[in-house]
């Protein structure tokens, strides 16, 4: 079933992804080809995916979720552009091909992340793309802008480059990734409950005990790979948070403890939803989908 959802999910927001990646003018042009290199060069649309199901767990149609997948997935875009720059990560692949700063040049992919993260806000209050009202689009907005800021995302990988080489231990280290991977994860359903429509403080409730163990789980599902995969199914260089000396869950609780973790995080996630019907099977098989997934 995840097979085809993900097939179909990621073709609707591709599309709408697609349509604001258009050069108001001619000099933009290399801009936005950076732009877009970045966003359209594969991905799993993992934060989309989740925006969708979310939304139709809450008995409404994916389409009024449009503006969240773009939204959420421009942001990952933008996060991953600046990681992979020398003055932090120094990767050379992503997906399988040169990251951006390798295919275009380091300035031009500081202002292509700038300029992703820019249009994931547009994107939320684009009328083209959700048919959404103002109280709706401002708690959306207030919601990302705080899961990509500097109290989630960006205060993660803050924390991430300032414990290369250090001994975390667990707390430590998931509260380091539950800012960096989990908030951004978390606001991806977030959104996509609130574009529904029929968002309420126990579904709301449920859903982010059911976001928060998932978004740990993909971590842990990362490190895991990180350590058992290979640069070409990874699509980027295999054992770097290892070279990095980065603190990670193998490294911690070792490889089959780290494993065990990761399905007791998804079984949290599935209880999460326990009180939801049949609409909310995307977001299980999504669940299941994270721990299982090798790249």
Same mark, same amino acid.
């Given at each position: 079933?995840?097979?085809?959802?993900?097939?179909?999910?990621?073709?609707?927001?591709?599309?709408?992804?697609?349509?604001?990646?258009?050069?108001?003018?001619?000099?933009?042009?290399?801009?936005?080809?950076?732009?877009?290199?970045?966003?359209? $060069?594969?991905?799993?649309?993992?934060?989309?995916?989740?925006?969708? @199901?979310?939304?139709?767990?809450?008995?409404?149609?994916?389409?009024?979720? $449009?503006?969240?997948?773009?939204?959420?997935?421009?942001?990952?875009?933008? =996060?991953?552009? #600046?990681?992979?720059?020398?003055?932090?990560?120094?990767?050379?692949?992503?997906?399988?091909?040169?990251?951006?700063?390798?295919?275009?040049?380091?300035?031009?992919?500081?202002?292509?992340?700038?300029?992703?993260?820019?249009? !994931? &806000?547009?994107?939320?209050?684009?009328?083209?793309?959700?048919?959404? $009202?103002?109280? %709706?689009?401002?708690?959306?907005?207030?919601?990302?802008?705080? !899961?990509?800021?500097?109290?989630?995302?960006?205060?993660?990988?803050?924390?991430?480059?300032?414990?290369?080489?250090?001994?975390?231990?667990?707390?430590?280290?998931?509260?380091?990734?539950?800012?960096?991977?989990?908030?951004?994860?978390? @606001?991806?359903?977030?959104?996509? @409950?609130?574009?529904?429509?029929?968002?309420?403080?126990?579904?709301? #409730?449920?859903? =982010?005990?059911?976001?928060? !163990?998932?978004?740990?789980? &993909?971590?842990?599902?990362?490190?895991?790979?990180?350590?058992? =995969?290979?640069?070409?199914?990874?699509?980027?260089?295999?054992?770097?948070?290892?070279?990095?000396?980065?603190? %990670?869950?193998?490294?911690?609780?070792?490889?089959?403890?780290?494993?065990?973790?990761?399905?007791?995080?998804?079984?949290?996630?599935? $209880?999460?939803?326990?009180?939801?019907?049949?609409?909310?099977?995307?977001?299980?098989?999504?669940?299941?989908?994270?721990?299982?997934?090798?790249?």
């Amino acid at each position: 079933m995840i097979d085809a959802y993900q097939i179909s999910s990621q073709a609707r927001v591709n599309a709408a992804l697609e349509s604001l990646f258009v050069a108001p003018a001619p000099e933009l042009a290399r801009l936005y080809e950076a732009m877009r290199y970045s966003v359209m $060069n594969g991905g799993k649309r993992v934060r989309p995916l989740l925006a969708y @199901a979310a939304c139709e767990a809450l008995g409404s149609t994916p389409e009024q979720a $449009n503006g969240a997948a773009c939204a959420v997935e421009l942001i990952h875009a933008y =996060s991953l552009v #600046h990681d992979d720059l020398p003055a932090m990560d120094d990767d050379d692949l992503r997906r399988g091909q040169p990251t951006t700063h390798k295919a275009f040049d380091e300035a031009c992919a500081i202002l292509a992340g700038d300029g992703l993260q820019s249009l !994931a &806000f547009s994107a939320l209050l684009d009328p083209r793309l959700s048919n959404l $009202n103002a109280d %709706t689009r401002l708690r959306m907005v207030t919601a990302l802008a705080f !899961a990509a800021g500097p109290a989630g995302m960006v205060g993660g990988q803050a924390i991430d480059l300032g414990s290369v080489g250090l001994k975390l231990d667990q707390a430590a280290l998931e509260y380091m990734h539950r800012h960096k991977t989990g908030a951004l994860i978390e @606001a991806s359903v977030q959104l996509g @409950a609130l574009a529904s429509g029929h968002a309420n403080e126990d579904n709301l #409730h449920a859903l =982010s005990v059911y976001a928060r !163990a998932i978004g740990l789980a &993909f971590q842990v599902q990362d490190d895991i790979l990180d350590v058992e =995969s290979d640069t070409a199914t990874l699509g980027k260089r295999q054992g770097a948070d290892i070279a990095r000396d980065k603190p %990670t869950y193998p490294a911690l609780m070792g490889l089959e403890q780290a494993k065990g973790y990761a399905l007791e995080l998804r079984d949290q996630a599935l $209880n999460a939803l326990r009180h939801f019907d049949a609409a909310a099977e995307p977001l299980r098989e999504l669940a299941r989908y994270i721990v299982e997934r090798r790249h």
